[in-house]
């Protein structure tokens, strides 16, 4: 099965901060990658996703940007970050031919 | 695109009886129903899935059925212990399409004792 490392788990930034979230999946290949944003006490919302190497879906515009430069790393980034953009971040995962999405352990972010 | 609700957003159920999340969506072609547990500063966790060729789909005291020509779905939890306390997901989509899943808002289950 696959192991989906994200990090760090948490962090704190100042606004106008940069931003770069990596994750990485073992155990399997050409896995769809995504990144999900939870702000505190609400849903899961789809910001980015990928199913290939250096193939971006943007499904929320903002000053957030993605990578994905190897088949199994995701990045997030900002330039500058916002007052808005603190929230727990989570990377997922969905296996070719096995449509079950697996989460990261996900990283708090608080930008203040 | 898709669109998933859920209901409710909270609720409150005396240990030992049953909770019911109900979800609906829009996308007629959708054709994965995963439901998610979350608990408090966590990951969330897939507890059960169900595909658009089964109405339902039962995992011990867990439950989901479907719906595709109301196109909604429900979780269903008997006889509910203090660990079921949690955020629940519903989320639906179309894997070998668009690759895209798209999550209900949530709803936060109080298990009361």
């Known amino acids: 099965s696959q192991t989906i490392h994200q990090w760090p788990a948490t962090l704190v930034q100042p606004v106008g901060s940069p931003l770069s979230l990596e994750c990485t999946v073992e155990g399997t290949s050409n896995p769809n990658l995504y990144w999900y944003r939870q702000a505190a006490g609400r849903g899961l919302q789809l910001l980015f996703y990928s199913v290939g190497i250096g193939q971006i879906s943007s499904e929320v515009p903002q000053n957030l940007s993605a990578s994905r430069p190897q088949d199994r790393q995701f990045i997030l980034s900002s330039k500058k970050l916002l007052l808005s953009d603190s929230g727990f971040y989570l990377c997922a995962c969905l296996k070719q031919g096995n449509e079950k999405l697996f989460f990261g352990s996900g990283t708090q972010l608080s930008v203040l | 695109g898709e669109n998933v609700e859920q209901h409710p957003s909270t609720l409150s159920v005396q240990e030992g009886d049953s909770a019911v999340i109900k979800c609906t969506y829009s996308d007629s072609a959708s054709n994965y129903f995963p439901w998610y547990k979350q608990e408090l500063g966590k990951r969330p966790q897939l507890i059960i899935d169900?595909?658009?060729?089964?109405g339902e789909k039962k995992d011990q005291r867990i439950a989901v059925t479907l719906n595709k020509t109301a196109k909604h779905f429900s979780l269903h939890i008997t006889e509910t212990q203090p660990e079921d306390s949690a955020v629940y997901f519903c989320a639906a989509g179309v894997p070998n399409r668009d690759d895209k899943i798209i999550f209900g808002k949530g709803t936060r289950l109080h298990i009361l004792p």
């Open positions: 169900i595909r658009s060729n089964v």
